[in-house]
């Protein structure tokens, strides 16, 4: 019993370290860019009191809080997003981009931002993104899991998903042939993944939307942690499989659809948070997997984002070479040093 | 009623193809019923109908005297847990983690564990011998120490049942036999219903209360071991080729196929090493007179000798004496294995030094001095050896020496055909 004490003290110390590190990033990222503000100034700001600069006031405000806030956010959303999908298909690499589900994604928002005016839509807004994206994400998650049914392979699954990634891509490619260069120039500067330009109004749907399904991946946990044992184990030990099924499907499309809505596909984070998380913990508890992948994905988002702004500045990078750079090292680095089965 | 689960003339399979058809079954309180069958027979198809993940293609499952359908799964677990074939991915959990897993069904929405689920956890890691395996990964476990903490699972289920889909299989003897006894001490202590299949033949008669043969589709037979294996029961079950099942000792022999060309003489268990010793350095053997009880009677009968049989505890017959002096005249070779000789197999030591006198080649494995106040004068025809291998060794020289040196290549050929 007290080996089991230690290691949830354990766990709860790696918790409370990561919450600090991805609270220190994201003041960092309020602080940091082409103007920098003293951290005492960006606290002074967003505790509302103090007398900041008016300049630094409006920067804060309207470029780098909205901005920060979604970074922490949209980690969290596709780090849970991958975990929930790693968990599903019972396999260590998939996450959203590689089963195709940013790309059902990215040609559904393609359809709506470039074949806007097709659509006799005067402008784009950010409930249009959404929509587009989330019936991307859920379409071919459908096509998946409708397989999934028939195909009890799940190497033939997740080549069934590949499939689809590709199908979309060429379809979204086939759309750019027909768009204006402006909105083809606009789309592709959103498929490169990015967190810059977040509104006000889009970081409002971005926590309205992803918050009430992280909370619901956290609520989930234990019938998670059944569904490691495989379905069949899992429904002997009274779970109902089918709703869970749709259950997890539905998140996870939900949490992928609503961050590619507006930051367009970010690779890897989904795949390399839940696997440093199940390492760093030394577990595959999901009791503890959740809350540590929603704080760690919070945390590696706005490390890269961090990167991204600053490695080339004033140039910035677009988010998905970081999120890979930073991401596939560490992952190798995890795995060759404990030398573990994931 | 004590029935745990009741099935009758049920037909399973997969949608509507019946994989095997009208299946009884009764399962009582602390009863180990097991399923054993060829590989493919459906064994796996009739647990999993059992255990509620596969629905019978017709007729119905009762638990408790309620239709397995309508039973609500969550309940369902507090009545049944299972041991699947399925490999798990558990690498990152701790055994204590997986054990607290199996309170699934009655835990709150978050798994929180009181001290009672605690307690219960823990009494069924000891239950299963796996208690001081508490703290290591199930990536580290062995494959047979996998198996008890599975079974650990499902016993903290706390269910009056558990069905377990070949349990034994990768294990090594020792955890076989664990297994087992585990199960067994479960059904007598606890009073757990436990269904299982096996492949192993000894562990399911030796082990087993009640045993059901799966075979083309059917149930063949049912019932105590004792009851239902018979001569040749086995045989037909597997359909094996090339090798005998006794089920009297309950063991496999891989039987020689030659034609003899060894007589040879053994009595209570001084045989039975020989024997599989030329078998497997490729003879035919004669096996001279035994009585119908002897140990050296049955595995040479597994092993394809042709026996000349004496009935049991009786004085070997003149009939019998004749029947073998004829038969030894067709061989080369005489093995006198030092079988004990008492007043009813007297006669052997006769037709030893008959052998003797016609010039046989005699080779004894007793030694020189117990020969020559077995056989007196006779002794000095006789050939010593110590050990099985000796005698193979020396017969093949011996074939070899007749044959002329030309042929020495005929013997890797033989050996071809032995392996």
Same mark, same amino acid.
């Given at each position: 019993?007290?080996?089991?004490?230690?290691?949830?003290?354990?766990?709860?110390?790696?918790?409370?370290?990561?919450?600090?590190?991805?609270?220190?990033?994201?003041?960092?990222?309020?602080?940091?860019?082409?103007?920098?503000?003293?951290?005492?100034?960006?606290?002074?700001?967003?505790?509302?009191?103090?007398?900041?600069?008016?300049?630094?006031?409006?920067?804060?405000?309207?470029?780098?809080?909205?901005?920060?806030?979604?970074? $922490?956010?949209?980690?969290?959303? /596709?780090?849970?997003?991958?975990?929930?999908?790693?968990?599903?298909?019972?396999?260590?690499?998939?996450?959203?981009?590689?089963?195709?589900?940013?790309?059902?994604?990215?040609?559904?928002?393609?359809?709506?931002?470039?074949?806007?005016?097709?659509?006799?839509?005067?402008?784009?807004?950010?409930?249009?993104?959404?929509?587009?994206?989330?019936?991307?994400?859920?379409?071919?998650?459908?096509?998946?899991?409708?397989?999934?049914?028939?195909?009890?392979?799940?190497?033939?699954?997740?080549?069934?998903?590949?499939?689809?990634?590709?199908?979309?891509?060429?379809?979204?490619?086939?759309?750019?042939?027909?768009?204006?260069?402006?909105?083809?120039?606009?789309?592709?500067?959103?498929?490169?993944?990015?967190?810059?330009?977040?509104?006000? @109004?889009?970081?409002?749907?971005?926590?309205?939307?992803?918050?009430?399904?992280?909370?619901?991946? /956290?609520?989930?946990?234990?019938?998670?942690?059944?569904?490691?044992?495989?379905?069949?184990?899992?429904?002997?030990?009274?779970?109902?499989?089918?709703?869970?099924?749709? $259950?997890?499907?539905?998140?996870?499309?939900?949490?992928?659809?609503?961050?590619?809505?507006?930051?367009?596909?970010?690779?890897?984070?989904?795949?390399?948070?839940?696997?440093?998380?199940?390492?760093?913990?030394?577990?595959?508890?999901?009791?503890?997997?959740?809350?540590?992948?929603?704080?760690?994905?919070?945390?590696?988002?706005?490390?890269?984002?961090?990167?991204?702004?600053?490695?080339?500045?004033?140039?910035?990078?677009?988010?998905?070479?970081?999120?890979?750079?930073?991401?596939?090292?560490?992952?190798?680095?995890?795995?060759?040093?404990?030398?573990?089965?994931? | 009623?004590?029935?745990?689960?009741?099935?009758?003339?049920?037909? *399973?399979?997969?949608?509507?193809?019946?994989?095997?058809?009208?299946?009884?079954?009764?399962?009582?309180?602390?009863?180990?019923?097991? $399923?054993?069958?060829?590989?493919?027979?459906?064994?796996?198809?009739?647990?999993?109908?059992?255990?509620? &993940?596969?629905?019978?293609?017709?007729?119905?499952?009762?638990?408790?005297?309620?239709?397995?359908?309508?039973?609500?799964?969550?309940?369902?677990?507090?009545? &049944?847990?299972? *041991?699947?074939?399925?490999?798990?991915?558990?690498? /990152?959990?701790? *055994?204590?983690?997986?054990?607290?897993?199996?309170?699934?069904?009655? @835990?709150?929405?978050?798994?929180?564990?009181?001290?009672?689920?605690?307690?219960?956890?823990?009494?069924?890691?000891?239950?299963?011998?796996?208690?001081?395996?508490?703290?290591?990964?199930?990536?580290?476990?062995?494959?047979?120490?996998?198996?008890?903490?599975?079974?650990?699972?499902? $016993?903290?289920?706390?269910?009056?049942?558990?069905?377990?889909?070949?349990?034994?299989?990768?294990?090594?003897?020792?955890?076989?036999?664990?297994?087992?006894?585990?199960?067994?001490?479960?059904?007598?202590?606890?009073?757990?219903?436990?269904? &299982?299949?096996?492949?192993?033949?000894?562990?399911?008669?030796?082990?087993?209360?009640?045993?059901?043969?799966?075979?083309?589709?059917?149930?063949?037979?049912?019932?105590?071991?004792?009851?239902?294996?018979?001569?040749?029961?086995?045989?037909?079950?597997?359909?094996?080729?090339?090798?005998?099942?006794?089920?009297?000792?309950?063991? &496999?022999?891989?039987?020689?196929?030659?034609?003899?060309?060894?007589? /040879?003489?053994?009595?209570?268990? @001084?045989?039975?090493?020989?024997?599989?010793?030329?078998?497997?350095?490729?003879?035919?053997?004669?096996?001279?007179?035994?009585?119908?009880?002897?140990?050296?009677?049955?595995?040479?009968?597994?092993?394809?000798?042709?026996?000349?049989?004496?009935?049991?505890?009786?004085?070997?017959?003149?009939?019998?004496?004749?029947?073998? =002096?004829?038969?030894?005249?067709?061989?080369?070779?005489?093995?006198?294995?030092?079988?004990?000789?008492?007043?009813?197999?007297?006669?052997?030591?006769?037709?030893?030094?008959?052998?003797?006198?016609?010039?046989?080649?005699?080779?004894?494995?007793?030694?020189?001095?117990?020969?020559?106040?077995?056989?007196?004068?006779?002794?000095?025809?006789?050939?010593?050896?110590?050990?099985?291998?000796?005698?193979?060794?020396?017969?093949?020289?011996?074939?070899?020496?007749?044959?002329?040196?030309?042929?020495?290549?005929?013997?890797?050929?033989?050996? =071809?055909?032995?392996?």
């Amino acid at each position: 019993m007290d080996r089991g004490r230690q290691k949830l003290n354990k766990h709860l110390f790696l918790l409370v370290l990561l919450a600090i590190l991805a609270l220190m990033v994201f003041l960092l990222n309020v602080s940091a860019g082409s103007v920098n503000i003293p951290l005492r100034n960006v606290v002074e700001v967003l505790l509302g009191h103090g007398n900041a600069k008016n300049t630094y006031q409006s920067i804060i405000m309207n470029i780098r809080l909205p901005r920060a806030l979604a970074t $922490l956010v949209g980690g969290a959303c /596709l780090a849970v997003s991958g975990l929930l999908l790693q968990i599903f298909f019972r396999n260590p690499i998939v996450e959203p981009y590689v089963l195709g589900i940013s790309s059902g994604a990215s040609l559904f928002v393609g359809m709506v931002v470039l074949g806007g005016y097709s659509f006799s839509l005067a402008y784009v807004t950010p409930m249009f993104m959404f929509i587009g994206a989330f019936l991307g994400a859920m379409a071919v998650m459908l096509v998946v899991v409708l397989a999934s049914y028939k195909v009890k392979n799940i190497t033939t699954l997740l080549i069934i998903g590949l499939m689809a990634g590709f199908i979309c891509s060429a379809m979204t490619s086939m759309l750019t042939a027909f768009a204006d260069k402006e909105k083809i120039h606009s789309y592709m500067m959103w498929t490169l993944g990015s967190f810059s330009g977040f509104s006000w @109004t889009q970081v409002k749907y971005l926590y309205i939307i992803g918050i009430p399904f992280l909370i619901m991946a /956290l609520l989930i946990c234990k019938p998670l942690n059944a569904m490691l044992f495989g379905e069949k184990y899992a429904i002997s030990m009274g779970l109902n499989i089918r709703r869970y099924r749709m $259950l997890v499907i539905l998140i996870s499309s939900v949490l992928t659809a609503v961050i590619t809505a507006f930051a367009g596909p970010i690779s890897f984070v989904g795949l390399a948070v839940p696997h440093m998380v199940r390492i760093f913990f030394g577990t595959s508890d999901n009791r503890i997997l959740i809350p540590g992948v929603i704080l760690a994905g919070a945390f590696m988002a706005g490390i890269c984002d961090l990167g991204a702004r600053m490695l080339m500045a004033p140039t910035e990078l677009p988010l998905s070479a970081i999120t890979s750079l930073l991401g596939a090292p560490i992952v190798v680095y995890l795995l060759l040093r404990k030398g573990e089965e994931i | 009623m004590n029935n745990i689960i009741l099935a009758e003339k049920i037909d *399973v399979g997969y949608e509507k193809k019946v994989v095997v058809e009208k299946i009884n079954l009764c399962g009582m309180k602390g009863q180990l019923i097991c $399923l054993l069958g060829p590989n493919g027979a459906g064994k796996s198809t009739i647990l999993r109908t059992l255990s509620g &993940l596969l629905a019978p293609v017709s007729g119905a499952v009762y638990i408790n005297g309620h239709n397995l359908k309508s039973i609500k799964k969550k309940e369902l677990a507090k009545k &049944l847990a299972v *041991v699947l074939t399925e490999q798990v991915s558990l690498g /990152l959990l701790t *055994v204590s983690e997986i054990a607290a897993m199996g309170r699934y069904p009655h @835990t709150n929405m978050i798994g929180k564990l009181s001290q009672d689920d605690k307690d219960i956890a823990n009494d069924a890691l000891r239950a299963v011998n796996a208690a001081h395996l508490k703290d290591r990964y199930y990536a580290e476990l062995s494959d047979g120490e996998k198996q008890k903490v599975m079974i650990a699972r499902a $016993l903290i289920q706390q269910p009056e049942m558990i069905i377990l889909d070949e349990p034994t299989s990768h294990l090594d003897i020792k955890h076989k036999v664990e297994v087992i006894s585990i199960l067994h001490r479960l059904c007598l202590e606890k009073g757990i219903t436990v269904i &299982l299949s096996l492949h192993d033949i000894d562990l399911a008669i030796k082990g087993c209360e009640t045993i059901l043969l799966v075979q083309g589709g059917k149930i063949t037979a049912q019932g105590t071991p004792e009851e239902i294996i018979k001569v040749g029961t086995i045989q037909k079950l597997y359909d094996i080729e090339g090798a005998q099942y006794n089920e009297l000792l309950g063991s &496999l022999e891989f039987s020689s196929p030659k034609s003899p060309e060894i007589f /040879l003489f053994g009595g209570n268990g @001084t045989g039975s090493c020989i024997f599989r010793a030329l078998s497997r350095a490729g003879f035919g053997m004669y096996c001279g007179v035994l009585h119908s009880n002897d140990i050296d009677n049955h595995i040479g009968k597994a092993l394809g000798c042709k026996i000349i049989e004496e009935e049991a505890f009786k004085n070997i017959s003149e009939a019998t004496f004749h029947q073998a =002096r004829e038969i030894m005249k067709t061989v080369d070779y005489i093995i006198d294995t030092g079988f004990p000789v008492g007043s009813i197999n007297a006669r052997n030591v006769d037709l030893i030094i008959e052998a003797i006198k016609i010039n046989k080649i005699v080779i004894s494995l007793i030694p020189r001095e117990c020969a020559e106040s077995r056989y007196g004068e006779w002794a000095k025809g006789i050939r010593y050896c110590t050990r099985a291998s000796e005698v193979s060794k020396l017969i093949r020289e011996h074939k070899q020496e007749r044959r002329g040196t030309h042929n020495e290549d005929l013997q890797p050929s033989d050996r =071809r055909q032995i392996i």
